[in-house]
């Protein structure tokens, strides 16, 4: 029996992960009957990536905060013995209205709500994806949220926000929830900024959440103290790649906890067990809407890719279309690639009609494949 792996991205703006997972695998066995097919919808570990590894019957529903500090319900995923948490499910960009935003107001408050969530629950190992947020405070609102108290010259100060940061004068780890020590925190994070500096969460993703001029400069300062004062207390990250990302989600997870940063597809291949799937495996089929050259720059079908190669397994890839520089995944193991827009009139009809397509193109890319 042939055993295949399949292992999608999302088609964005045409079929989910899952979806088109299932779309192949249909095309698969309309080709071959002596087959195993083993599906596992994947992700970069951006938004979405719950969407991708979480069916919805395995979501939990909190009651949690936004990007605000208002009430707000979030989610976050079972997968297995993982708690799969999407920073932006509480904190995402979008769920204040764009004239409404204020970095400097933001609060991952409700970062802080899933993860104790989660650890309610049992959990002991935690993914946490920090893409998409609309938040600045470097995780402050989130490790007050998890027992942490933080002081300024007049005393303790309550409901910290990004503006609050340069008040600080010292913060007590010693309440921080001691399920914490006992849990493997994992970090999904595609990008290498630091907490601080011209490189940093401020300066490079401030600007996209509404942050200018002398706001930026502000929020900065903020940061610097507010790096300065966990440094006291843990270790100083302020200069690690990765600590910036998401306004500064991580940083002080790696600080108290030495939290693991990975990139987004590595981490969730490794929470949706790749390694344990690729054994026995004859094949991989992967793909995602479009290939072209930045496919080979950390996106989730170049992972999948250099998985496979280091059990020794063959991968195909099906795109919505193949773009410029798409000839670049075959130096990273894709032995071919097909696209939905060869049997398809155009693009806006493959779009429409993925999964069907999926379905044929798969069948094919089978029987080519092992005949």
């Known amino acids: 029996m042939k055993k295949i792996v399949i292992a999608p991205d999302s088609f964005k703006g045409s079929i989910s992960a899952a979806d088109a997972a299932n779309a192949i695998a249909m095309g698969i066995r ?35 905060f936004n990007t605000r ?36 107001l933001s609060t ?22 920090v893409g998409g ?17 933080f002081y300024g010259r007049s005393g303790r100060m309550n409901g910290i926000r ?13 309440g921080l929830d001691p399920r914490l020590s006992d849990t493997q925190l994992t970090i999904a994070c595609d990008v290498n900024n630091p907490l601080v500096g011209e490189n940093g969460a401020t300066y490079v993703y401030g600007p996209q959440k509404g942050a200018d001029g002398e706001m930026l400069r502000s929020l900065e300062a903020g940061m610097v103290n507010y790096a300065a004062r966990l440094a006291d ?19 002080p997870l790696v600080a108290i906890y030495d939290a693991r940063i990975l990139s987004g597809i590595d981490a969730v291949l490794d929470a ?33 890719a250099a998985r496979a190669a280091a059990h020794g397994v063959p991968v195909i890839a099906i795109a919505g279309q193949l773009g410029s520089g798409a000839d670049a995944m075959h130096g990273l193991g894709i032995r071919k690639m097909y696209a939905l827009t060869d049997v398809a009139p155009d693009a806006d009809h493959a779009k429409k009609n993925a999964g ?7 069948a094919r890319a089978v029987t080519e494949f092992f005949n």
């Open 162 to 174: 990004a503006c609050d940061l340069a008040d600080i004068v010292r913060i007590d780890i010693s």
């Open 108 to 129: 991952t408050k409700g970062v802080g709500v899933l993860i104790r969530a989660a650890l309610d629950r049992g959990f002991r190992r935690i993914m946490l994806t």
């Open 272 to 304: 949706a067990g790749m390694d344990t799937a690729l054994k026995g495996a004859a094949l991989v089929i992967t793909g995602e809407g479009r290939i072209d050259a930045q496919s080979a720059c950390g996106k989730a079908i170049s992972g999948v």
């Open 233 to 251: 207390v843990a270790r100083d990250v302020s200069r690690v790649p990765g600590t910036g990302a998401g306004g500064g989600i991580p940083a």
């Open 30 to 64: 309309d080709a071959l009957d002596d087959v195993l097919t083993v599906t596992l919808p994947i992700a970069d570990g951006g938004e979405g990536t719950l969407d991708a590894l979480v069916p919805a019957e395995a979501r939990v529903y909190v009651s949690a």
């Open 133 to 149: 947020t609309g938040c600045n405070d470097g995780g402050a609102g989130m490790l007050e949220t998890l027992g942490a108290v």
């Open 356 to 362: 069907v397509l999926l379905r044929a193109v798969a």
């Open 69 to 104: 500090g208002d009430p707000a319900t979030a989610e976050f995923g079972r997968l297995c013995d993982t708690a799969v948490i999407e920073s932006a499910s509480a904190v995402g960009l979008g769920t204040v209205p764009e004239e409404e935003r204020s970095p400097a």
